[in-house]
Structure formats: structure tokens, C-alpha cells
């Protein structure tokens, strides 16, 4: 690594080379997979049982959700041919693999909660201050005679 007066080396053009064509699992960035994870870990739930804590999601974005996590092999949807028709929804293998690796983000985002909130703050601060110099600075040039 370059010290302070150090140029840094390029970086190497192929160095996601080994990544291929397959997309990451964008499933662990979006707003409710984690929560799902949680719904689902203890077992095998029904939509509307999940729905409960997740009760500020529409229903669509949870359906669509969930056929996400099941298409991405995440979790398992299994309908039984019953009157009514039940549908329950299970972690799998690979689910709760991404289950603890949520779970050691959310240790990282509950240890390092403040320092984020702090960063964002200071980081909103500077835009408005961006913005107030750009408009001042228009302004100032719009009404020169």
C-alpha cells in the first residue's frame, strides 16, 4: 500500500474476473430480506404470520419479495393442497447461511450505529452548505450589472 506521498498501485482490470456473469446476491441490500430472515428462522410461517411484524410493507412487496428469496434459493415456498389452501414459507440451507451472515451485519450496524448516524449527519451538513455557497454564488452572479 502507498504511504501518504505514494501513489497507489492501478487497480488490476480483472480482478473481479472470478465473480463471472452471475449478479451478487442483491437479496441481502434490499429493505426487508433481513426481516424475512428473522420472520423465518425459527421455522416454517404462513404470509400472514410474516406480515405481522412487517406490517409497514405493502402485501405486494412482500409477495414480491418472498418470490425473490425463493427464486434466489433463499427460502422455500410449500403449498398444500388443503381447503383452505395453506402456504408456508421455510429457510433454506443456503437461507440460513445468509441468516448469520445478517446477523453478524446487524451486530457490526448496532456496534458502529452511532459512528454511521454521526457520518450521515456531518455528511448532510456539508451538502447544505454546498448548496447554500453554489446558490449563493448564483445569485451573486445573477444580479452583477
Known sequence: MGGVNEPLAPLDPGMFADCGGMPGPVRIGDKWTGRILACLESGPRRFSEIHVPLRNVTPKVLTES???????GIITRTAYPEIPPRVEYELTDLGRRLYVLMQTCCGWTRQHGE???????????????????ASGTAGGAGHAA
Open 66 to 72: 418472498l418470490r425473490a428469496m425463493e427464486r434466489d
Open 115 to 133: 459512528e454511521i448516524a454521526a457520518a450521515r449527519r456531518a455528511y448532510e451538513e456539508r451538502s447544505r452548505e454546498r448548496r447554500t455557497a
